[in-house]
């Protein structure tokens, strides 16, 4: 069945630097990849989405780059701010079964000042 | 913000009684969702919805079952609840599900006594 799996230890990085957070996939094809921010007790909230022709998007201090060889969707947050601290999931529509949306575990995101 | 509204926001049941969340939107889109989400295993799916009484399993779907009688409405019913369903449940909708981000609600925090 298809997986997705997310770097399960948090990560802690010092304000300003880039952060750069993992997705993989396996046993599927994507044509498209979608990040996801979510706060302590709130649900996921939409940033950014992927086609796989793209290879790489841009939105503000966010990047996103799709390698459909390596099967793996790289997140960045550049000059990254305490604000920036959740938690990030990936998430990916599967066009074989009708509308699922599955999503990795997350990985948390600390930000220090 | 998305106008999705999920009830009851907080729930303390007993093991082995029934109970049915209720995710309503005001967008009109298609597709619908409820996840749980444990510490450790990020957003898993229970069901979806493709259209009104048109829904399909997720990874965990036992003990669940839903119902969409119209396009507002996702009903989600342990039949007898565990309490391994102990959970925070979110819902979400999607206008579609390849191209297009998907809205949260503000998720159902069940604990089964």
Sequence with gaps: ??????????????????????????????????????????????????????????????????????????????????????????????????????????TELSVKP | DAGITQSPRHKVTETGTPVTLRCHQTENHRYMYWYRQDPGHGL?????????????????????SVSRSKTEDFLLTLESATSSQTSVYFCAISLRVFDTEAFFGQGTRLTVV
């Design chain 1, 1 to 106: 069945s298809q997986k997705i799996e997310q770097n399960s230890e948090a990560l802690n990085i010092q304000e300003g630097k880039t952060a750069t957070l993992t997705c993989n996939y396996t046993n599927y094809s994507p044509a498209y990849l979608q990040w996801y921010r979510q706060d302590p007790g709130r649900g996921p909230v939409f940033l950014l989405l992927i086609r796989e022709n793209e290879k790489e998007k841009r939105k503000e201090r966010l990047k996103v780059t799709f390698d459909t060889t390596l099967k793996q969707s790289l997140f960045h947050i550049t000059a990254s701010q305490p604000a920036d601290s959740a938690t990030y999931l990936c998430a990916l529509p599967l066009y074989n079964q009708g509308g699922k949306l599955i999503f990795g575990q997350g």
């Design chain 2, 44 to 64: 898993r799916l229970i069901h979806y919805s493709y259209g009104v009484k048109d829904t399909d399993k997720g990874e965990v779907s036992d003990g669940y």
